[in-house]
């Protein structure tokens, strides 16, 4: 521990000295000598010193650690179960597979051709019965609503319905 | 015989564990290994919040707070960097954030209270005690801005060099110290207005 005599004659003026600063910070009576000699010295006399919260270190690191452990004990609680890495990338495939899957069955159904030629055969069967009834080349009729049903442009059979009351009920 | 008896005795040696040494223990989930960390760091970090908060039972509150942060972001830790560094980032970021919101409630509540000497108080001199200053310290640090006052601390009292004070507040080292110049400008201001006997100290110069 360095004496007041020794301290004295080696102080000066914006001193960094680690020693001298010690010193400083546990006499009273060179206080006063330094601040007299070099006032921003003053408040470098209230470092150096770590101290000791109030109720003592053991007080307080138990403070520390009981907060920590319940904090602890929340996090356990709140948290969700945790999932494996593995099981979230198989989960992710399966759903990634699903929606494609879905979207290539909706595209195939929207636009593939062949559904609509596998409607159209009972149609085909239709129509051959109604040949077996006799064909109306020209129809001339005062009363007669005709209706013409919209056909394929390379059908070249022109189907129209005629709604006429003067006609027979079989015809 | 009884030298013989000594020699057989097993000694174990006390070989202080490092820091990084202790976290990497903590980080494998050794708790016990928390609690002598914060054995070991708890009278620096109490010490440096109390010189920036100036109180005590807040700059206590503030240190475990820190602590606390610290067991939450103890992952966050590089240790390719000084753990002290590390921790005394923290502690000016708890402690500033802190100093913020007093100051705002301070401001709303003792917007007019000032400690005025009288000009006959100087006329008789002064002699300069340790627990006087302390006091002094707290009312003319209360102008500073809380990164003027904790850059004011670390540098004046934990001695820490303005280069170690940049890295820990991630400024530049320039910065530091220019905060440096004008905490000391406007507490010498504060001295001369509010204690004229501490004053005098730089007018005699």
Redesign the interface.
């Known amino acids: 521990m360095m004496s007041c005599e020794t301290f004295r004659m080696n102080f000066h003026e914006s001193t960094?000295d680690?020693a001298l600063?010690a010193h400083l910070r546990t006499c009273?009576r060179c206080?006063?000598f330094a601040?007299?000699a070099d006032?921003?010295v003053?408040?470098?006399?209230?470092?150096?010193?770590?101290?000791?919260?109030?109720?003592g270190?053991d007080a307080?690191?138990d403070?520390?650690?009981r907060?920590?452990?319940v904090?602890d004990a929340e996090i356990t609680v709140t948290a969700p179960h945790p999932v494996s890495w593995t099981r979230r990338l198989a989960v992710a495939a399966t759903l990634a597979a699903a929606v494609t899957g879905a979207t290539l069955v909706y595209r195939y159904d929207t636009a593939a051709p062949p559904a609509t030629r596998l409607v159209r055969a009972p149609i085909a069967v239709q129509r051959a019965a109604l040949t077996t009834k006799p064909s109306v080349e020209t129809y001339q009729s005062e009363s007669a609503t005709i209706v013409e049903v919209p056909a394929d442009q390379n059908d070249n059979v022109k189907v129209v319905m005629i709604f006429d009351e003067s006609l027979p009920a079989d015809l | 015989m009884s030298a013989d008896i000594h020699l057989m005795i097993p000694t174990t040696p006390t070989v202080e564990v490092d820091d990084r040494q202790l976290v990497q223990t903590i980080r494998e989930g050794d708790t016990d290994a928390f609690e002598l960390l914060v054995r070991r760091k708890t009278s620096k970090v109490y010490a440096l919040c109390y010189r920036i908060i100036g109180n005590a039972e807040d700059a206590k509150d503030i240190s475990q707070l820190v602590f606390i942060k610290l067991w939450e972001n103890l992952e966050k830790y590089d240790p390719a960097y000084a753990f002290d560094t590390w921790l005394y980032r923290m502690v000016t970021n708890v402690a500033i954030d802190f100093m913020r919101n007093k100051q705002s409630r301070d401001n709303a509540v003792n917007s007019t209270l000032r400690l005025v000497k009288t000009a006959a108080d100087a006329e008789q001199g002064v002699v300069v005690q340790r627990k006087e200053v302390e006091n002094v310290f707290n009312d003319v640090s209360s102008v500073l801005s809380p990164k003027q006052k904790t850059i004011f601390v670390m540098n004046q009292m934990e001695d820490l060099p303005s280069a170690e004070i940049a890295k820990i507040l991630g400024c530049r080292e320039s910065t530091v110290r220019n905060h440096l110049f004008n905490a000391r400008k406007l507490m010498q201001q504060q001295l001369y207005k509010r204690y004229p006997e501490y004053a005098q100290l730089w007018r005699e110069r």
Do not use: K, S
């Open positions: 960094e680690a600063l009273d206080l006063d601040a007299t006032p921003d003053m408040f470098r006399a209230l470092g150096g010193d770590d101290l000791v919260p109030p109720g270190i307080f690191v403070d520390v650690m907060q920590v452990r904090r």
